[in-house]
């Protein structure tokens, strides 16, 4: 499975950005995808997931009510649309994706983007 991520960007404080994870395999709908997220000298960590049918989705506190994940998979797309950015929202988002495995433990993820930078300015 190969995963590119777009739509990275700078925003002020308080705006919205919505970040893609576009996937080559057929076999797309299949994967939970996740997005994770690394800022300067942090380690990664779990933002969001969407499992393989949609139907069931996780959020880390941190997003919860201001971030929402969405997958198209005739499009073989994720999405995460993300509102009211904060400060500490900038970092390099990464898509991934996990066969038989829903959950946040970035090592079950055997399947990694390249990252797009999401800047937030105050």
């Known amino acids: 499975v190969q995963l590119q991520a777009s739509g990275g960007g700078l925003v002020q404080t308080g705006g919205s950005l919505r970040v893609s994870c576009a996937a080559s395999?057929?076999?797309?709908?299949?994967?939970?995808i996740a997005w994770f997220r690394q800022a300067p000298g942090q380690e990664r960590e779990f933002v969001s997931s969407?499992?393989?049918?949609?139907?069931?989705?996780d959020y880390t506190d941190s997003v919860r009510g201001r971030f929402t994940i969405s997958r198209d998979n005739a499009k073989n797309t994720v999405y995460l649309q993300m509102n009211g950015l904060k400060l500490e929202d900038t970092a390099v988002y990464y898509c991934?994706?996990?066969?038989?495995?829903?959950?946040?433990?970035?090592?079950?993820?055997?399947?990694w983007g390249q990252g797009t930078l999401v800047t937030v300015s105050s």
């Open positions: 969407i499992k393989w049918n949609g139907g069931n989705t």
């Open positions: 395999a057929r076999t797309f709908s299949w994967y939970t």
């Open positions: 991934a994706a996990a066969g038989r495995y829903y959950g946040r433990d970035v090592a079950k993820y055997d399947y």
